[in-house]
């Protein structure tokens, strides 16, 4: 082997040897190397000294003479010819012809490639290139390749489908356009140090890019790989983009959804709870410690963490019903209202609504519901409704108040009238006449004191809201009620024991009292028995739950609490005949007694006594 | 002819009373300031009254307890004995009420006149007959 065979036959390197022959000025062969022999067949001796002409096909050689003696001229050339081989077949190659020598005098080097197999390297490289290009263009992922043309100057060479789907920007918008054309501000800044990153370190670079397209906003995880070229440069830079709006799309909403979710559970300051029904455990949210001050030593807990703290007057139809609704219904939805225990003993009004889950055979799984504190809207509903029976309570007493005034009023208004009507026909000076006019008197001053009555009830009704209750001494003013009664108490022979301990206060209005006291005593003398002396006991049990609850009890004649209707209370009711008596009294101990917040009840037997029970707010300690 | 006054007001019981005799109601005018005092002469009596004067309001025994506590004798009153009912109170409600015993054949607000005297003296004269 000679030295110029040495390198393309390139036995050391392992690549094919390309076939070569080589030729004289005058077109004979010289030589022919071991590709050539095995890819035409003729072994290179016996060729020797042949001129390659000879081997052409002849119904190629007119064709392809001409070309042949260009080349052995000196002329460089690639020309396709037919050739036989030693086989006696006929083969396509191609033939790139060169001179050895400028001039040529050296010869002619020939080398031959089989056409055939050349077009098929091609067609597999297209094949390749091709099924390369579906994946490219059907891939969903951008895919762009830049040219780097100098510090900053990237321009690009080639953009799949995906880029156009995904930006709105047709390849022809931006292949051989540079990126300071295509990508606006500010990505490019971005774009370009992530670049230049790569360029720098040789290493793909990855980022998360958010940019505004033709399309909309698109979101994208961008990588850049640098790619050498033959002269170990980075001349190119391949970039993928993977479209990650819809992803970040679904995320966010879903970040938004759980976050509304958790900022709802916060929100609400129901209880929570998740009942598994099999294991029979509670799951609470954190509302329920807030709301009723249980501290959970842990979550999930048994059942009993709630049915134990049910009140047992609701445990029937709320516990129980809870359990039968779950196990023996088809129901899913559950309600009620019921009484809870907080954890400082004290009772919460809860509103309990739960959805069931059901498997396909329809039995219970878990509840999900939430336990509602609607203590202070219900205690708001019992105030309304008590104020509005206050109210009705209020309008009937004044109906009936007005009823009475007007009755009362007319009374000795009507026997007034009666009278004067009398004088008209009486003689002068007669004794009938005196007595007549006597009664005239009489009546109209009776008149005038049920005025007064109507100013003092008036008066009670409408100073009461005035002024601010202040602790009362009882003892005091019983003793200066008796001091006032003493007369009249000594001329019936009546006593009054005073049991009322030295310090006992309650808020009031001093005054109130004194008339409360005055107008049962006087009563007690008014209405003693015949039958033995007066004695009127005043006592007070020790105060309990805030009250304090006074007694004055009498032997007298007592009443039939049965006849006064609607109670011994109501104004100008009389309940002893024979006795005079305007029916006051006792509706000004009521008033009083009212005004001040107190009660008051009466027990009466007739020839036994009566005993009258006041309560009063006991002031603060 | 006997006639009962009823009312625990003395001095509406001295006026109906006086008014009467001037217009010669009745030769024997009883006065009750109680009405369970009236009730227990008038169940004595051989012979109820021609004529009851009642007033409602009362104490202990009002004017309806008293016609309640009548209720059982209402066949030897009827058309024996005329009650009138004689009250203070203008309320309809009581007028209402009064029409829902047969016992009771007017209510007179006080102070009776002469009038009313006179009408009621004319109706005892047609039943007479």
């Given at each position: 082997m000679d030295a110029r065979e040495a390198a393309p036959d390139g036995a050391n390197t392992g690549v094919r040897p390309e076939a070569l022959v080589y030729l004289n000025p005058q077109g004979e062969i010289v030589h022919g190397n071991e590709a050539f022999a095995a890819l035409t067949g003729h072994a290179p001796a016996a060729l020797q000294?042949?001129?390659?002409?000879?081997?052409?096909d002849p119904t190629d050689a007119e064709a392809v003479l001409p070309q042949l003696q260009r080349g052995l001229r000196g002329e460089s050339l690639t020309c396709e010819v037919r050739l036989r081989t030693a086989a006696g077949s006929s083969e396509r190659f191609a033939l790139t012809m060169f001179p050895l020598h400028p001039t040529a005098e050296a010869g002619t080097g020939v080398l031959l490639r089989p056409v055939e197999a050349t077009a098929r390297a091609a067609a597999a490289v297209q094949e390749r290139e091709k099924r390369l290009s579906i994946i490219f263009q059907t891939i969903a992922d951008v895919i762009f390749v830049l040219q780097v043309?100098?510090?900053g100057q990237y321009r690009f060479q080639f953009v799949n489908q995906a880029f156009t789907r995904v930006t709105g920007l047709e390849a022809a918008q931006v292949v051989g356009n540079t990126v300071a054309d295509v990508i606006p501000e500010p990505s490019l800044s971005l774009v370009l140090d992530h670049y230049q990153q790569a360029l720098q370190t040789g290493q793909p670079v990855h980022w998360v890019e958010t940019s505004d397209y033709p399309s909309g906003r698109v979101v994208g995880e961008v990588s850049v790989t640098p790619v050498l070229d033959a002269a170990g440069r980075y001349s190119q830079i391949v970039g993928v983009v993977h479209d990650v709006t819809e992803r970040q799309q679904i995320e966010h909403a879903l970040r938004d959804s759980s976050e509304r979710f958790r900022y709802a559970l916060k929100a609400t300051t129901d209880a929570l709870y998740d009942w598994d029904v099999a294991a029979d455990t509670l799951f609470w949210g954190e509302g329920f410690e807030e709301l009723f001050g249980h501290q959970l030593a842990q979550n999930p807990t048994p059942f009993s963490q709630w049915s134990a703290h049910v009140h047992p007057d609701d445990v029937a139809r709320t516990v129980d019903d809870l359990r039968y609704t779950a196990l023996h219904t088809t129901r899913t939805r559950w309600q009620q209202e019921y009484r809870f225990e907080r954890a400082d003993g004290r009772w919460a009004t809860v509103f309990d609504r739960g959805y069931l889950l059901r498997d396909e055979a329809g039995r219970a799984v878990r509840m999900i519901g939430a336990m509602q504190d609607v203590s202070e809207r219900k205690e708001a509903e019992q105030r309304q409704q008590q104020l509005a029976q206050e109210l009705f309570q209020h309008n009937a007493d004044l109906q009936q108040f007005t009823y009475l005034v007007s009755h009362n009023l007319r009374a000795p208004l009507a026997n007034a009238t009666g009278f004067a009507g009398l004088l008209d026909r009486l003689q002068p000076g007669s004794a009938e006449f005196g007595q007549t006019l006597q009664h005239l008197h009489t009546s109209l001053r009776r008149v005038d004191e049920i005025l007064r009555d109507l100013n003092t009830i008036l008066s009670v009704r409408g100073r009461a809201l005035l002024t601010e209750p202040e602790p009362v001494p009882l003892a005091e003013v019983l003793r200066e009620v008796t001091d006032l009664l003493a007369e009249d108490l000594a001329s019936s022979g009546g006593e009054i024991r005073d049991e009322l301990p030295a310090g006992l206060r309650v808020l009031g209005r001093k005054a109130y009292f004194h008339s409360i006291f005055y107008n049962l005593l006087s009563n007690a003398i008014k209405y003693r028995s015949a039958e033995r002396a007066l004695l009127v006991t005043v006592r007070a049990e020790p105060p309990a739950e805030g009250w304090v609850t006074i007694h004055v009890a009498d032997n007298g004649a007592g009443f039939d609490a049965s006849r006064a209707r609607p109670d011994a209370f109501q104004l100008y009711q009389r309940l002893h005949a024979g006795v005079p008596g305007r029916g006051i009294g006792l509706f000004l101990v009521k008033a009083h007694t009212e005004s001040m917040g107190g009660r008051v009840a009466v027990a009466s037997n007739v020839g036994q006594g009566t005993t009258f029970t006041l309560q009063f707010r006991s002031p603060a300690a | 002819m006997t006639i009962y006054l009823i009312d625990d007001d003395s001095l509406g019981n001295y006026l109906t009373e006086a008014l009467l005799r001037l217009e010669n109601f009745a030769s024997q005018i009883c006065t009750y300031e109680s009405a369970e005092d009236a009730l227990a002469a008038l169940l004595r009596a051989p012979t109820p009254p021609r004529v009851i004067f009642l007033d409602l309001n009362m104490p202990v025994m009002s004017g309806w307890d008293f016609l309640d506590a009548l209720a059982p004798h209402r066949h030897r009153l009827l058309g024996q004995c005329q009650i009138y009912i004689l009250t203070s109170s203008l309320a309809l409600s009581d007028m209402e009420k009064a029409r829902t015993y047969d016992l009771v054949s007017g209510l007179i607000h006080k102070p009776i006149d002469r009038e009313e005297i006179r009408a009621i003296q004319a109706e005892l004269t047609l039943e007479n007959r």
């Open positions: 000294g042949q001129a390659l002409v000879q081997l052409v043309e100098g510090p | -």
